[in-house]
């Protein structure tokens, strides 16, 4: 008889599957996190490359206007018609990411740009055909922003958004002074037309390295989700409260920026200096304000980061508005203190943008982002749009003797601090929302 075997016999040992170590895991997320970095200063140099044609008609706005002997209004009317055309596709083709893949909207955008401003530099010859050139110029540049935004948005984790949006922002801002700086120049030696080209040129080199970086699209898949329009966004209480303090920014952002050359020149020429140097003076520096925000929106990105989202933006906010409530009473001030607080203005009303754009991608259900930003953009421009008017007809109002050199300022800067000041409400009821946590990894 074969030995009866006991249980013991049958027992079978567990198979050890070995666990990567903890030094391990960490390693390949510093890896990765080092590649991101690197991808992310990459993209953001070609996307400054891609942001100079964004202001180059402003910048040679004058040549354009001899040239063609246009008047104020028909000058204003093409840089209108660009900037319809911006609102329009960036609206639109920013709530398309949720069902066409960003990278493709990016690039086509960007491509489509290049060729509107080489057909306006070709063959524009007066306000008519400029108007259209222009509006298809617009159309390519509002598919640029929000959808690279995006970009940058679905590579990072949250608790690393803050930073990596506020850099790209920072190519925005810093993009848009290198094309006002770099048409300006040209068109000064060689025409308008061929300042118009060499943009052009640069914003094809970024597209063409762009083409080669969005080859990794580690970007969220797009066409998943239903095929239909994202109004649950509407109903998302904290997402519409952020996207009303993003309204609330640009009311304060664009009507300063609109309006700061000219008052930079009326308190020149109140210190005593002549019209055409006060003018002068008032736009170069305005470039040199304007580009102060550029080094903001890093700075603002990392501290949201570690702070939260809706805590910095409100303190942000908090600082621009009262420097809008304060900065118009500073007319006369020797130029080089105006200048001063002109930067300081300028570092926190643009600070708190990449800030509020990422608490949105956090807020927005992960199906229904692109649709959040297209929302976040129509409201943030119609804001935009407007705030420029009413600080005109304030500025007519309390003006009413002045000519067209209005001497009294404080309260039409006033405004743009009093809508700015709906920002800070808007965040601290977000706070105190359900579904905040999600921002920043739960500092909101």
């Known amino acids: 008889m074969r030995p009866r075997r006991g249980p013991e016999a049958f027992h079978i040992q567990p198979q050890v599957v070995p666990r990567p170590s903890l030094v391990a895991v960490e390693r390949a997320a510093n890896r990765e996190a080092a590649e991101n970095s690197r991808w992310l200063l990459k993209f953001c140099l070609a996307y400054g490359f891609i942001m100079l044609v964004f202001l180059n008609y402003a910048a040679v706005l004058p040549l354009v206007q001899k040239e063609w002997g246009l008047t104020n209004s028909g000058a204003g009317m093409i840089f209108s018609a660009y900037q319809l055309g911006y609102i329009l596709s960036a609206t639109l083709l920013t709530y398309l990411t949720d069902r066409i893949r960003a990278r493709t909207i990016f690039l086509l955008s960007a491509s489509w740009s290049v060729v509107a401003n080489v057909f306006f530099a070709l063959f524009a010859v007066d306000q008519t055909s ?202 006369g001030l020797p130029p080089m203190l105006l200048v001063l607080a002109g930067v300081v203005y300028s570092f926190f009303v643009v600070a708190e943008t990449p800030v509020l754009s990422t608490g949105l991608t956090e807020l927005a259900p992960p199906h229904a982002v692109g649709a959040a930003m297209g929302f976040q953009t129509l409201i943030g421009f119609i804001a935009a749009t407007a705030s420029p008017t009413v600080f005109g007809w304030v500025l007519d109002w309390t003006n009413p003797t002045q000519g067209n050199m209005p001497f009294q300022w404080g309260w039409a800067f006033g405004i743009l601090g009093l809508g700015a000041l709906v920002g800070p409400v808007a965040l601290t009821v977000v706070r105190r929302l359900p579904g905040s946590e999600k921002m920043a990894a739960g500092k909101c």
Do not use: N
Request: with cysteine; net charge positive; charged share 15%.
């Open 130 to 331: 400029a108007v259209i050139y222009r509006a298809l110029a617009g159309l390519g540049m509002g598919g640029t922003y929000m959808p690279g935004l995006k970009l940058v948005a679905d590579r990072f984790p949250s608790i690393q958004r803050g930073r990596a949006v506020g850099y790209f922002t920072s190519a925005f801002v810093f993009g848009a002074a290198a094309s006002t700086l770099l048409s300006g120049i040209i068109g000064s030696m060689a025409g308008w037309r061929f300042a118009i080209v060499t943009t052009a040129a640069g914003t094809l080199v970024g597209t063409l390295l762009c083409l080669i970086l969005l080859q990794d699209d580690r970007g969220v898949a797009a066409g998943d989700a239903a095929r239909r329009l994202r109004l649950e966004v509407l109903r998302d209480k904290p997402a519409l409260l952020m996207i009303l303090a993003y309204g609330a920014h640009m009311w304060e952002q664009y009507g300063m920026r609109a309006w700061m050359a000219a008052y930079l020149t009326a308190s020149f020429m109140r210190a005593g200096y002549e019209k055409t140097e006060a003018s002068g003076f008032g736009a170069g520096l305005t470039a040199v304000i304007v580009a102060a925000g550029g080094f903001s929106t890093c700075i603002a990105g990392i501290l949201s980061d570690r702070m939260g989202r809706t805590r910095t933006a409100s303190t942000i906010m908090l600082i621009s508005a009262a420097s809008s409530l304060g900065f118009g009473w500073m007319l």
